[in-house]
């Protein structure tokens, strides 16, 4: 049996704790439940006191979280506005400048650099031109995942070419975070 007089009133306690619930899936879940800091209690297990008493794995978890350029985009892609329209049909330049104001240039520079889209000349003058409908989907799954980080949803299973995009734009990056049972 464990000496417990030789503990620290927090040790103590979480010894205690740990004795009533047997088992404990998420260290960190217990943690933020009875106000411990997991810091703490991290290093109380690897210091060997409870050795022999306790037994615990580690367990990492990667998380995709939005980067400071990803929160200024307030939620939605440069491109993606556009790229939804175009892809319901709407081509007509003077309509689309309507719809989406001063964000047409922003919208049509991001597909532009991507050689997505271009303006038409001659007697189709004033038509954007799809050049890629592959890339203007991709915008679509894109999106789909940047909102998912921005509501804090796990974003692992969406499509990895979308992820990359992201994070190659610095829209988000990983977090890992470390828990332990």
Known sequence: MLDLPQLTGKQRQFVQLLQKQQRVESLRSLCIQHGFDINF????????????????QEHTQQAW?????????????PGFALAERLLQGVTDRAQLQAE???AFSLNYGALRREQAVDMADGTNEGIVVVLKSAVLAAYQQRQAALTAIAKGNPAEPLATASMDWLQQQGYVTRRIESDYS
Not at 67 to 77: I, N, R, S, W
């Open 41 to 56: 209690i991290n290093g109380f297990l690897r210091s060997g006191v409870l050795d022999g008493y306790v037994q615990w």
């Open 65 to 77: 979280v939005l980067t400071p350029k990803g929160d200024e985009l307030e939620g939605q892609l």
């Open 100 to 102: 989406l104001g001063s």
